[in-house]
């Protein structure tokens, strides 16, 4: 074979690699193919209930827009390839019917990054809605997570647990009850 045709093979290849691997990944973004194993399905109607099943402009808010970091490619595809194993794994060989919710918890926690949150919340100094400034508490925390009034070690989810999902062992937390009252719990 010669060099030419030895080079338009190889190039060939490679963009129908590309081609596939971006396939598979937009594929597996999607929320419906999250919900296609039953023991994620819970998170539906958590969603559904929630105050992130919808963003400002009145779209549904998927499993992705959240779950995978989204500021930084390489990152992206480690949390994904990360998840999908664990999941996976835990769907073929794991009690489905019991999830250990505190783990997941944190896993999706260490998964979920700022920079996801803030293409929605962009103006920390108001309130979710954007219709008032936060409270005096809420002020002070996002200075200090903005790094005005000292730094915060922690990310959004490090305050802000149980936005759009409700563990049984959450309900304690008052805003959390009241999430739990809408889903019929409690």
């Not at 396939?23 to 973004?29: A, E």
């Not at 100094?125 to 915060?152: D, P």
């Amino acid at each position: 074979m010669n060099r030419k045709k030895f080079w338009a093979y190889l190039v060939a290849g490679a963009v129908c690699g590309v081609l596939m691997v971006a396939g598979g990944i937009k594929l597996t973004s999607t929320t419906v193919f999250c919900l296609s194993c039953h023991e994620m399905r819970v998170y539906q109607q958590e969603l559904a209930m929630s105050p992130h099943a919808k963003d400002a402009a009145g779209a549904d808010i998927g499993c992705s827009r959240c779950h995978i970091p989204n500021a930084h490619v390489v990152r992206m595809l480690g949390a994904k390839a990360w998840m999908g194993i664990k999941d996976i794994w835990r769907h073929n060989t794991g009690d489905v019917t019991d999830l250990d919710r505190a783990e997941m918890q944190a896993v999706a926690r260490r998964f979920t990054d700022d920079s996801n949150c803030r293409q929605c919340h962009q103006d920390l100094m108001r309130n979710a809605k954007n219709t008032a400034e936060n409270s005096v508490y809420g002020k002070l925390s996002h200075e200090n997570y903005l790094g005005i009034n000292g730094k915060s070690p922690s990310g959004c989810v490090g305050c802000h647990r149980n936005v759009a999902h409700l563990p049984e062992f959450d309900k304690r937390i008052p805003k959390n009850r009241e999430f739990a009252m809408k889903l019929g719990g409690e």
